[in-house]
């Protein structure tokens, strides 16, 4: 071989080791016993049924990242949770409509292919998909150098589910004297992290040095999904919120509808250590609620006769507890008190 000619390895493209990373995920999806290597990835595209048992399906689609939060994953070279937070983020949204997660798909665009990294990465994203009951049916890894610095990269989701016409959870569900309730967090999720990162360059905060630090900023994101879809099945719910980006009001003031208002009592509000500590380096009461989910990872609404049965179907770590109602009014969103940060 001519070792002057150009080819796509010298612009810093490996096609092989590419191959080598789609070869170890289809292994890596279908180790369930019994369950063949997915013919799915690898190809131009997957193939998927509806389940013929749900009546007048209608699909539901979600797209989304985990934001910063991949840096800090860089700077403790650990990635085997970005991934499950990477699913939670768009199942966690398909079920405020009421839908099941069908499939997920991936997409990761890095300077040079890092097999190492990948596989962590893609690890978690089985694991999260095992956990939301759905399966990885393909996705893109792209290899692009001059774009990313040295050991950057970024990962998008995707999420399919499907839900039937009767079970889909609008907001005409959501009646006068309903009950407001916070399921709590498993801490940041992937949420806030720009801001989070500011702190810690402004204090110097070496998070390498730092166990709480460390184990808290890759938490991985409580994924809803089992415990939702039964209180669907069951009619226990008439709407809920993931507590994204915007916080409480802005993602609760999407459900509401029209001359209701959803009011939320914020002094019982459970928070935890990442919570307080944050709040302790010189960010205020708004700024903390606008950024970030305070303890509040999801919110459900319901009638206050379900309440005891909603709460049979929760783990104790996330157990369901009542911030609010929803009374007549036109605001759709409003906060009573403070949060106790002690």
Known sequence: MNKKLFTYK???????????????????????????????????????????????????????????????????????????????????????????????????????????????????????????????????????PGTYEKGKFDIAGFAVGVVGKNKILSKNKIKNNDLVLAIPSSGLHSNGYSLVRYVLNKKKINIKKNNFLRTELLRPTKIYVKEVLKLIDENLINGCANITGGGLADNIKRIIPEN??????????????????????????????????????????????????????????????VIGKISKGKNKVKLNGSINWI
Request: aromatic content about 8%; glycine content about 8%.
């Open 10 to 144: 010298k612009s810093g493209v490996n096609i092989d080791a590419a191959d080598n990373f789609i070869n170890f995920i289809s292994t890596v999806s279908s180790k369930k016993k019994g369950k063949k290597k997915f013919s799915n990835i690898g190809g131009f595209g997957s193939i998927s049924n509806i389940p013929n048992h749900i009546k007048q399906p209608k699909i539901v689609a979600c797209t989304d990242g985990v934001g910063t939060k991949i840096e800090i994953a860089n700077v403790l070279n650990k990635y085997d949770t970005i991934g499950i937070d990477l699913v939670a983020m768009s199942v966690n949204d398909l079920i405020v409509q009421g839908a099941k997660p069908l499939l997920f798909l991936d997409y990761i665009s890095i300077n040079e292919i890092d097999l190492k990294k990948l596989k962590s990465i893609i690890k978690g994203i089985v694991n999260g998909c095992k956990q939301s009951e759905c399966e990885l049916v393909g996705g893109e890894t792209a290899e692009m």
């Open 260 to 321: 209701l208002v959803a009011e939320i009592d914020l002094t019982k509000i459970n928070t935890s250590k990442i919570f307080r500590w944050l709040k302790k380096n010189d960010i205020s009461d708004k700024e903390m609620l606008k950024t970030f989910n305070c303890g509040v990872g999801f919110c459900l609404i319901i009638s206050p006769k379900n309440l005891d049965k909603v709460k049979k179907y929760f783990t104790k770590e996330f157990k369901p507890y």
